[in-house]
């Protein structure tokens, strides 16, 4: 089966869906049973509003998509009050994704929330979004600096706390055995990559802020290979995520050492789809006589 | 409410110049659809793209609803493809509808991708008994298909003359405004962003009233990517689904926008 204990939350099953690519939750209950999800993470909250960024934000690509949303978001006072009351009515768990410029955003915006007592289960941090220049990216690309923020969000909450971690860095080993000795629950990786797109006619940038996030199968393999590297590189859990579009996506991620998976870009194709791989991995574990998938974890063997 | 409906493809119409009508049976979606929504539809289970193609839809009538389309990309050419019987799933009835069309004369304003939610008013404004203006622009009179009759209020324009009107969707616009009260009027646009920047900006030095209706990529087409936005003209209140207040998505605070409610069509 695919369901899962981690930390002291139980998730129904290991299939979450990650953030950013699924609002607030709300938006797609007419279609889908969304209490049938693993888990959502909700898109980034900041301490204060963010309009972001200027058209155009995103651009097709093969196997993918850019993205540079620019983290626009309602601001965490009007997170408390507008969508924490529908979250709290769920019954999938739910993790609020933060992100911040400095330590003190971060910090006041997880407090905010904390008092707010809402039900989630924990946090996402985002140190790792390519598309604001303030966009935390200066604490994922330095250990010491994801070290630092880590110790200081672990003592203001005891809920989950997990590291977003970026491709976009030298070594992820470094990053994420800073979020291990900061006191981190778990990490996730892996954040879109740093992109660009032209378009030949107008011979402009095909995104407004020149640079952007690549998602999408075609990111696959790169974030297959920074979760097997985290994985070898910590104690932890990780949650893996980058360009998932199938069961045996979700598989190899399993294999490759992470502990649950979230689905991104493909939510946008197919709203249902973590519902759909998660009966999927049960059919899978079924067929295997496997007890749990989590058999599985960093099973991989070498040539 | 959004629905998930699996449609399935009863005919398709070659009805222009590389442009074709399909006709899918989508009950859920026929019964509750109005004119000028539009549905985000997955060509394919199988093709490797990330995003579906949001379309207006042209009619929603007896449990069957159509879209048109020009071919120009992949995801047109499945379309194209789409056998009798082929199973086609779609999300909707998406954004905002037309309305405020019954209480003055309307002119109804499309050309190149935007005939379908113009066709859909043009065709209910009929059944409603209700008087019109249609002017529908083109390239070439390839890409027409319907009569050019300004006796009926109807006129068709080409950029190269070859059918009705030799220049653009403006010149018959003047013309149907000649004598009329600019109160009484309002238009309804949808086509290529330089057409519709031409009739947003010639209805504001007019006072005209004028809704149009935008185009744009999406990844989701329900508020959820924040992907598809057009700058305000004056910042508006927070919406649920937009975050903020300075740009606002064409998927749900759209896809028609006020003239005087956006910065440009360009978007």
Known sequence: MSSIKFGNVNFSSSILVASGTYGYGHETASMIDVNGIGGIVTKSVTRHPREGNPPPRIAETSSGMLNSIGLANVGVEEYCKSKLPYLNELNTKIIINIAGTAVEDYVETLQILEAAGGKHVGYEINISCPNVKEGGMSFGVSAQMTESLTAELRKCTSKLLIMKLSPNVTSIEDIALGAENGGADAVSAINTLVGMGIDIKTRKMKINTTFAGLSGPAIKPVALANVYKVFKAVKIPIIGLGGISCVEDVIEFILAGADLVQIGTLNYREPGISIRLAQELDQYCKDHNLSSIHDLKGLVEHH | ?267
């Not at chain 2, 109005?34 to 549905?39: A, Y």
């Not at chain 2, 379309?79 to 019987?85: D, E, K, R, Y």
């Open chain 2, 1 to 267: 409410m959004i629905l998930n409906e699996l449609a399935i493809v009863e005919s398709t119409e070659n009805i222009a110049a590389n442009t074709f009508q399909t006709f899918l049976k989508s009950p859920k979606l026929a019964a509750s659809m109005k004119p000028g929504q539009f549905i985000n539809i997955l060509p394919s289970e199988n093709w490797d793209k990330m995003m579906r193609r949001p379309m207006s839809v042209a009619s929603q009538k007896d449990g069957v609803i159509s879209i048109i389309y020009k071919v120009v990309g992949q995801g047109t050419q499945l379309m194209q493809n789409w056998s009798v019987g082929d199973t086609v799933d779609l999300i909707g009835p998406l954004g905002n509808y037309w309305d405020g069309y019954t209480d003055k004369l309307s002119i109804l304003i499309g050309g190149g991708v935007g005939i379908a939610p113009i066709l859909n008013l043009t065709n209910h404004l009929d059944d409603l008994g209700e008087n019109k203006v249609l002017i529908m622009g083109a390239r070439n009179s390839s890409e027409h298909f319907i009569e050019h009759n300004p006796e009926y209020g109807i006129y068709m324009t080409t950029d190269d003359g070859s059918l009705g009107i030799h220049g653009n969707v403006l010149d018959p616009l003047k013309l149907a405004l000649e004598n009329i009260d600019f109160q009484n009027v309002k238009i309804f646009a949808c086509g290529p962003p330089a057409m519709m920047e031409a009739v947003r900006q010639f209805s504001i030095r007019q006072n005209i009233e004028c809704d149009l209706a935008l185009e744009t990529l999406m990844a989701c087409g329900f508020g959820i990517c924040q992907g598809c936005t057009v700058e305000f003209e004056k910042k508006q209140e927070i919406r649920e689904h937009t975050y903020r207040n300075r740009y606002g998505l064409v998927c749900m605070d759209g896809p028609i926008f006020e003239s005087k409610e956006i910065k440009s069509c360009h978007l």
